[in-house]
């Protein structure tokens, strides 16, 4: 059943280029430029009239909120806010009769998630689900979706449904984006091709496979790890130090790179591991300059780079890359190396990787 993988996680992560597909399937056609969701058809006047987005999510969930904050905004310009679902729902948060609210749930059993959405629809707002359980509580609370489609996932810490959420958000920006006006026909054509490729582009990644098992094997009795990334990425370097902490128990943080120097400098040293997601984006400049300044302290680099970077190799102590796409399609990729990471760190460490202790596949209790 584990499709002769040694862990679900591991199979689960080797899925993805099959995982990301099938969230895009019967949606996404770059050919005749078409994408259509069918769960946003009577809801997309709704959503691109909306004054404003609110994102609910927990976990590894919120972590794909916060990229699709960055993809909506940008595209659509549209506000967008992501909430942890637990602080929302005790907040006695403002909510409209025109506010758009996304929900999102692997499980679709998350209380606290669950106790959002029911306190956003008390108060008028739409509610749109993004589930990957089919028929889950969170599906069918919600006035309308669109489902994951990333298969079962079996292995506690998410990684093929992160994908999947992030493709299928990003996937409605683009819908609005077009709707609303907000993108030239020809980057609306440039996303829908761009997310084809995809698919094939996370197979390429999974060959670094080899690679980031050998960095994991270096890195397996740190004690620490920090997660560095700017702007898109940044909610990647929350996601992978997430994912490091669930299965291998090391301590990890992700941070936006530029606030490092408002305080985690101060941990850095010789014995400091620091992952830069740092691929060709707008702002590639600048995280150069922050690895420049891990460097200056002998913090030891590892960077996800953009495939062909003949600079960050020079600087750092080791590099993955993964390849070009467009800006907004970047955390697709650049989180996959990262679970890989966690995933060989774990099993290095000997930890029971599908089942981390204290952990539930499904969080029913708040
Ligand atoms: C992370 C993880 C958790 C879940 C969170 C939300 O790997 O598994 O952080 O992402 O409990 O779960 P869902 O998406 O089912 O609402």
């Not at 994102?55 to 549209?78: D, N, P, Q």
């Not at 990890?252 to 941990?267: R, S, T």
């Not at 990471?341 to 029913?364: C, E, H």
Request: hydrophobic share 45%.
């Amino acid at each position: 059943e584990k499709g002769g993988y040694d862990h679900f996680m591991l199979k689960e992560i080797f899925e993805q280029p099959r995982s990301i597909a099938d969230s895009m399937r019967g949606r996404v056609n770059s050919q005749e430029e078409i994408l259509q969701l069918g769960g946003l058809r009577d809801y997309m006047d709704k959503l691109a009239l909306a004054k404003r987005i609110i994102i609910v999510g927990c976990g590894t969930s919120w972590h794909a909120g916060l990229v699709a904050e960055y993809v909506f905004e940008e595209l659509a310009r549209i506000p967008v806010e992501v909430e942890y679902a637990s602080e929302f729902r005790y907040r006695n948060p403002i909510i409209h009769a025109d506010d758009f609210v996304i929900a999102i749930s692997q499980s679709g059993e998350t209380a606290d998630t669950l106790a959002a959405i029911q306190l956003a629809k008390s108060k008028g707002a739409t509610i749109f689900g993004v589930c990957n359980v089919v028929g889950s509580s969170i599906a069918r609370e919600t006035h309308a979706g669109a489902y994951t489609h990333a298969g079962p996932e079996i292995g506690v810490a998410s990684t093929k449904a992160f994908t999947a959420q992030v493709t299928v958000l990003t996937q409605m920006a683009v819908a609005m984006a077009h709707k609303r006006g907000t993108i030239t026909e020809e980057l609306y054509r440039q996303l829908l091709l761009d997310l084809s490729a995809i698919p094939q582009k996370v197979e390429q990644v999974l060959k670094a496979a080899d690679r980031i098992k050998e960095i994991a094997y270096i890195f397996t009795y740190a004690r620490n790890f920090i997660y560095l990334g700017r702007g898109l990425n940044f909610p990647v370097a929350l996601e992978g130090a997430l994912k490091l902490k669930e299965i291998s128990y090391i301590h990890a943080e992700g941070y936006p790179a530029a606030e490092m120097k408002h305080g985690p400098i101060a941990l850095i040293d010789e014995d400091m591991p620091v992952v830069f997601i740092a691929t060709k984006d707008s702002s590639y400049e600048k995280i150069v300059s922050n690895i420049q300044e891990v460097k200056a302290r002998k913090g030891r680099v590892i960077a996800i780079v953009t495939e062909g970077d003949t600079l960050i190799p020079g600087m750092v102590d080791f590099v993955i890359e993964v390849p070009e796409t467009h800006e907004v399609l970047i955390p697709l990729l650049s989180s996959i190396p990262l679970q890989l990471l966690s995933y060989y760190i774990a099993v290095m460490r000997g930890r029971n990787v599908d089942q981390p202790r204290n952990l539930a596949k499904s969080v029913t209790v708040e």
